[in-house]
Nanobody
């Protein structure tokens, strides 16, 4: 069974930085696409960033230029480097992995709180 485990969330002041990590393990963990969604209280879950293969990335407009997604296949890990954080970035961040034409597998989520 595939498992995704996130880490790196926490409390940071506006303008600060955090790096989230997500490690995949188990049978079939070699996902074609990995990425991050987030969900703020009272809002729908939204895509933050994704990476397909080694270098094909996609970002939400609200984080473009501030966040960077990368993956390290040797460690089965995807990272989300978050800079210039804003209070509106406060949310639970969920890692996911997905094979083509398959349903995504989700991590348990990690809380990111940005204070003003």
């Amino acid at each position: 069974q595939v498992q995704l485990v996130e880490s790196g969330g926490g409390l940071v002041q506006a303008g600060g930085s955090l790096r989230l990590s997500c490690v995949a393990s188990g049978i079939g963990f070699n996902f074609n696409t990995m990425g991050w969604y987030r969900q703020a209280p009272g809002k729908q879950r939204e895509l933050v960033a994704s990476i397909t293969g080694r270098t094909s990335t996609n970002y939400a407009g609200s984080v473009e230029g501030r966040f960077t997604i990368a993956r390290e296949n040797a460690r089965n890990t995807v990272y989300l480097e978050m800079n210039s954080l804003k209070p509106e970035d406060t949310a639970v961040y969920f890692c996911y992995g997905q094979h083509p034409f398959d349903t995504p597998i989700w991590g348990q989520g990690t809380q990111v709180t940005v204070s003003s």
